[in-house]
């Protein structure tokens, strides 16, 4: 029996390969640093869970409304409204289950085979997956590492044509950490203000920012129209594995999101649906904590990247990845993070795992202990010395 032709098309996330070797190494024995995940190394705060053990008890436990519970749409709504400054109300939710469905369903929903889209390179691997999927037509942006990898606003203006479907942009950034400047949002929101195109905004990391907060382009007025605000409970509330994200959108895209809803999930589960309303409701102290801790390994790590030979590292402004410059070394980002996990035993990923213009550039996520993390930049110095003696 053979796949349908467009299962070639579709791709796959780098991290939980490179997970899955670095776990075949530590089967046979070896001490791995895990630094090739995007999960919070951290616990869902303790009042989620238990508002999750409550709502099973009282028998959340059924289907319930596709576009999600009104409370949850409700909180949402409020929860968004504050953190964007704009003012949106709960019918423009859709609660789905975690932030990728909010990269597939809309994506269903809006492409056709003719269509492009643009989205950075490096970028998270599941948007160009699911361009290919669809028979869309790929564009890649370059970020620019001279710009806190952030586009080349000109080259932006050059690749949107009147076959521009989508504009993908994603800040807090993953894999880069970088956070894309205010102005640079509102220029692009005037470069796309009378274009007939809708912007995918990647929010993910939203809560996890270190310096600036990061604006969501959705706040530029006018611009609510045209924005699909992606954003959710797995990194900002350490629930990566309750599946709970959510969209913010016109109506009529919740209308299309929710057809495809009925079509997959019916709903998402409705015990997790209340836990999300304790998350966005409850004590954001966890949230703050762990968010302080980024902070503090990120300071270390990057300055301990920095006294690398070969190794040139800016300082990510949001999310928890580091994204050094490896061209000193005078290796492929491939090979070097293969030695890395062989030979070092730090798993991390290679720019490449997010698109050509990652080369030249690895992958380390922050979410391990302060000393995993000062021990992996000593593993690497020893590498790198013994590689520069061979
Ligand atoms: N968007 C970006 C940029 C991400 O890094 C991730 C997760 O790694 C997601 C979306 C998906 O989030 P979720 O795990 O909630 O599906």
């Known amino acids: 029996m053979k796949l349908a032709a467009r299962m070639n098309r579709i791709g796959v996330e780098g991290a939980f390969k490179v997970l899955a070797r670095a776990r075949a190494l530590e089967a046979t024995g070896r001490d791995i640093i895990h630094l090739e995940i995007g999960e919070p190394d951290f616990d869902t705060p303790p009042h989620i869970v238990e508002a999750a053990k409550q709502a099973l008890d009282q028998g959340f436990t059924r289907y319930a409304a596709t576009p999600g519970l009104p409370e949850l749409r409700e909180a949402i709504a409020a929860h968004v409204s504050r953190t964007r400054g704009t003012s949106v109300g709960p019918e423009r939710v859709s609660v789905v289950p975690g932030g990728k469905p909010m990269i597939f369903f809309p994506m269903l929903a809006l492409l056709e085979p003719s269509d492009e889209v643009i989205y950075p390179d490096p970028g998270f691997p599941i948007y160009e997956s699911m361009i290919n999927f669809l028979g869309a037509t790929p564009v890649p942006i370059p970020l ?67 310096d600036q907060p990061p604006l969501s382009i959705a706040s530029v007025p006018g611009l609510l129209e045209k924005t699909i605000i992606l954003d959710g409970f797995s990194k900002t509330y350490a629930m990566t594995g309750w599946r709970l994200g959510y969209g913010v959108m016109p109506e009529w895209l919740v209308e299309a999101v929710t057809k495809l809803m009925v079509n997959s999930n019916s709903c998402t589960a409705t015990f997790t649906q209340r836990a999300g309303v304790a998350a966005l409701n409850g004590p954001q102290d966890g949230a703050a904590r762990m968010v302080a ?95 520069e003696r061979k």
């Open 144 to 210: 620019m590492e001279e710009r806190g990898f952030s586009f080349d606003l000109n080259l932006l203006r050059d690749k949107l044509s009147s076959k521009t479907k989508m504009l993908i942009l994603n800040s807090p950034q993953n894999p880069t950490g970088g956070v894309i400047p205010a102005d640079d949002i509102r220029a692009i929101a005037e470069m796309v203000r009378d274009r007939d195109l809708m912007v995918l905004s990647d929010e993910i990391y939203s809560q996890i920012y270190f």
């Open 293 to 387: 801790e980024f902070q503090r390994r990120r300071d270390a790590f990057c300055e301990g990247l920095n006294t690398l030979p070969g190794f040139r590292c800016s300082i990510p402004g949001g999310a928890f990845y580091a994204f050094p410059n490896i061209t000193g070394t005078g290796l492929s980002s491939d090979s070097l993070a293969d030695a890395l996990l062989e030979r070092a035993g730090v798993a991390c990923l290679s720019g490449t795992s997010f698109g050509a213009f990652g080369e030249g550039y690895l992958r380390f996520s922050i979410a391990n202990s302060f000393e995993k993390l000062m021990e992996a930049v000593e593993r690497i110095k020893d590498f790198l010395a013994a590689n």
